[in-house]
Structures are given as structure tokens and as C-alpha cells.
């Protein structure tokens, strides 16, 4: 290599290193630092500062609600008990629970004028809401854990992640369906092509999972819908960072995609594909979970655990939070696309979009009936479908066939300690639902 090659070569090299360097943040990454600003503003003293990183945060991602109890509590420290009431009633109408009395940053706000109709707010979301119908329950194997739901077109088929298995629940017991092979990892969320006789499911192996040992590893798993024999195992290669895909949804044309809600990515195994493709880079969701695929099929909504729902474009990867209505999708666990739900708007072009999500990360637990608009780009509408319902305590995925709608309501993940581990010998048994939609008010 001559001289003017190599002083070339340094000055490329540094120029890579300089874009490197200057690389913008990417919203999430701009958000994890302001929330972590907030917090160490805090500690220090300044909570003007702390009010400062943490309203940026909320702008980033208004459809979180814990955000606005955090402001909330750094306003009322500061004396702006006025401005903290007002997120705690946003926080509120987002259809939540807080216990504002006893937590003592907040508890003052009781005194303050309006505080009594944000309290009726908290009462109202007390309230029991909806109509369930158990369709099966699963008590034999105290490590099962219902995850997710597809169906067969004979009837419902529940995977057990630490059970590394797949069941029919029963009215009173459930019977097997998938023939596992010694190196079946732990069942997550589901996806039935009957066109095809295929049942996809997400698959991940490792000492983090309930039931798991071994190296981390995950991929996708094709099952016959006939026979429940295993076809094949897709695996994601191996980069050095942790993965565990959690939730499946499948195109018109047989495409399969799955969330890796560790890694942080969304991957696709194209019809007749070998091989998995990155769609959205790891990092780009905190933990992305359930999915919807838009009219169209050029697009999907994806629901990230920590900052609510996304629009992905599924040719170029692009990724945006949705905009309008604001009822608190962080802690969304899964979604499903309910076709059966008339709007009224029959003579509407385009059509808007019905998802049913589940959450388990906020209080209450519930069900929703979500209006979507048909670019997928906002939330036009939003209603609670069952919350504060007997055995509406542990809620995992859904799924939708026909008008019918299923879910699993006690799934057992509330049975184990922090370490994975069954806290009770003999645990509740999963319940398994049937929501009734309620009449649409958008």
C-alpha cells in the first residue's frame, strides 16, 4: 500500500468513526436518556430539571401512562400540586388505576380543589366491565403456562411454554396435540394457516425461561395443523446478543413474522423461505409483543411493552409511534385483528381497522377493542371490551375466529416468583375465555 493509499485509507476510516461518533439518537434511545436524566435529576435535587427531561420524554411517547404519574410526582415535590393533579386526571382517563393516597409524593393532591373528579375517574375504572364465557381450563401439569392461542378449525389450541408443548384445553382437562421431540424449547405465541394445514409458533430455549436450560436461542416452528408433527425448525443465527421471539402473525401469502421482545427486533420468514430476515434492527423496540397486519398488507402495528403501539412499514423497516386517541397501550401484551366488527361505516373507503388488545402491564388488567385507521397511522377510537372480572388477573395473547374471540384470562405467570419458579406447588389452574365485543361508540 503506498503512502497516498494509506493516508486514503486513515482518512475514510476516521470519517466512519466521525459518523459513528455523531450518530443521531434514535426516539427510543433519546427517551431511555431522558427518563434516566429525570430520575438522576432527582436524586440530585434539581426538580426543575427532572420536570424538564421528564415532559420530553412524555412528548416522545404520549401514550405511556406511567409517564404521567412520574411528572406527576416530581410537580408535586416542586409545589405544583395544580399541574400534578392535572397528569394524574390524564393518567386516569387512560381507564387506569393509582392508589394517589398512599403514595406519599402524591397523597397531598387529595386536597386539592377537583381532586373529587379525579377520584370518581379511579372508581369508575374499578368497576367490573364486560361479559366472559370460560371456554377450558388446564389443571393437569403445574408447569404449564398458557401463552398463546390459534385456532384449528376444530377447536383451540393452547402452547404451555415451560411445558414445551402444545394442548387442547377442555372443560375440564386438556389433551395434547403437538408430538414434541427432545429438543422442543418453551411455547410462545402462535399463528394457524389452515389454508396450508401449517401451525407456526414462536420457540426459545434457554436458563431465563420458565422450564429452560441450556444456551439462548430462538426461532420459529412449523407444525402439521393435521397431526401436530413437527416439520421444521427455523432458528435465528446466533450474533452475540440475547433474543427470544414471543409473538407470530402470518400474511394472506403464507409470510411469517415474529417479535423478538429481548432482542428488540422484528423478523420475517418469507413464503417458502429457509432462512429469517431482519425487517426492524434489534434495538429499535424496548420489547416489541403482539402484532396486526394493516390493510394492505404493506404495513403492521406492533405493540412495544414499554412505549405502546408502532407503525412499521414492512418494506423499508420504518418504524413510528401511532398518534391520536391516548388510552395508556403501554404494557400491551398482544393483539389481533377482530374483521367480524362493524363500525357502521360499511360505505366507508378506506375501512378503519378493529384490534382487540390484551394488557397486562397496567392496572386493571383489561381488555380493549381498539379503532384503528386503515393506513394504520392513528388511533381513531377506543373501547373497554372486560376488566376487574373474576379470573381477569393474568393475561397473556388472543386470538379471533370468526366473530368469536379468545383469550387466556389466568395464565399462571402471576404464579412464579422474580427467579421463574413456581411460588405455589399446586397453582390455579389457566383459564381460558370468550370475550362478547361490546357495541361500538366511536
Not at 241 to 252: E, P, R, W, Y
Request: charged share 20%.
Amino acid at each position: 500500500m503506498s503512502a497516498r493509499t494509506a493516508r486514503t485509507a486513515l482518512t475514510a476510516l476516521a470519517a466512519v468513526f466521525l459518523i459513528a461518533a455523531e450518530a443521531p439518537e434514535t426516539r427510543l434511545e433519546q427517551y431511555q436518556r431522558l427518563r434516566r436524566d429525570g430520575a438522576a435529576a432527582v436524586q440530585a435535587g434539581d426538580l426543575a430539571k427532572a420536570e424538564a427531561a421528564l415532559e420530553q420524554a412524555l412528548t416522545l411517547y404520549p401514550d405511556v401512562s406511567g409517564s404521567y404519574i412520574r411528572l406527576a410526582r416530581v410537580q408535586a415535590a416542586a409545589g405544583k400540586r395544580g399541574e400534578a393533579l392535572a397528569n394524574v386526571e390524564a393518567y386516569a382517563r387512560m381507564g387506569q388505576l393509582y392508589d394517589v393516597p398512599g403514595d406519599p409524593a402524591l397523597k397531598d393532591l387529595t386536597a386539592v380543589p377537583g381532586w373529587a373528579d379525579v377520584a370518581a375517574l379511579f372508581d369508575r375504572n374499578r368497576t367490573a366491565f364486560g361479559e366472559l364465557t370460560e371456554v377450558g381450563s388446564v389443571t393437569g401439569d403445574p408447569e404449564f403456562i398458557g401463552e398463546g392461542l390459534a385456532h384449528d378449525g376444530a377447536g383451540w389450541l393452547l402452547s404451555t411454554v415451560s411445558g414445551r408443548t402444545i394442548v387442547r384445553p377442555g372443560a375440564r382437562e386438556a389433551t395434547p396435540f403437538l408430538k414434541a421431540d427432545t429438543g422442543t424449547g418453551a411455547i410462545f405465541g402462535m399463528a394457524a394457516d389452515r389454508e396450508r394445514g401449517v401451525l407456526w409458533a414462536a420457540e426459545a430455549w434457554g436458563a431465563d425461561i420458565p422450564g429452560g436450560s441450556g444456551p439462548s436461542k430462538t426461532g420459529l416452528l412449523k407444525i402439521s395443523l393435521s397431526d401436530g408433527r413437527i416439520l421444521a425448525r427455523f432458528l435465528l443465527p446466533e450474533d452475540g446478543g440475547k433474543h427470544q421471539f414471543g409473538d407470530v402473525i402470518l400474511t394472506s401469502d403464507g409470510t411469517v413474522y415474529a417479535t423478538d421482545s429481548i432482542g428488540g427486533g422484528l423478523w420475517r420468514l418469507k413464503a417458502g423461505g429457509v432462512r429469517l430476515e431482519q425487517v426492524v434492527a434489534p434495538g429499535a423496540f424496548a420489547s416489541p409483543q403482539g402484532m396486526a397486519i394493516c390493510p394492505g398488507e404493506g404495513a403492521m402495528v406492533v405493540a412495544d411493552y414499554s412505549t405502546g403501539l408502532h407503525r412499521v412499514d414492512l418494506k423499508t423497516g420504518q418504524t413510528a409511534p401511532l398518534t391520536g386517541l391516548r388510552t395508556g397501550m403501554s404494557g400491551t401484551d398482544g393483539l389481533v385483528v377482530a374483521p367480524g366488527v362493524d363500525y357502521g361505516l360499511r360505505n366507508a373507503s378506506p375501512l378503519p381497522m378493529a384490534v382487540i388488545a390484551t394488557q397486562n402491564g397496567v392496572l386493571p388488567q383489561r381488555l380493549m377493542l381498539l379503532r384503528i385507521s386503515a393506513d394504520c397511522d392513528e388511533v381513531e377510537g377506543a373501547d373497554l371490551v372486560a376488566a376487574n372480572l373474576p379470573g381477569l388477573d393474568d393475561i397473556t395473547l388472543a386470538a379471533v375466529d370468526g366473530s368469536e374471540v379468545v383469550f387466556v384470562g389466568h395464565a399462571r405467570w402471576a404464579d412464579r416468583d422474580p427467579d421463574g419458579k413456581l411460588a405455589l406447588p399446586a397453582p390455579p389452574p389457566i383459564r381460558v375465555f370468550r370475550a362478547t365485543l361490546p357495541r361500538t361508540s366511536f
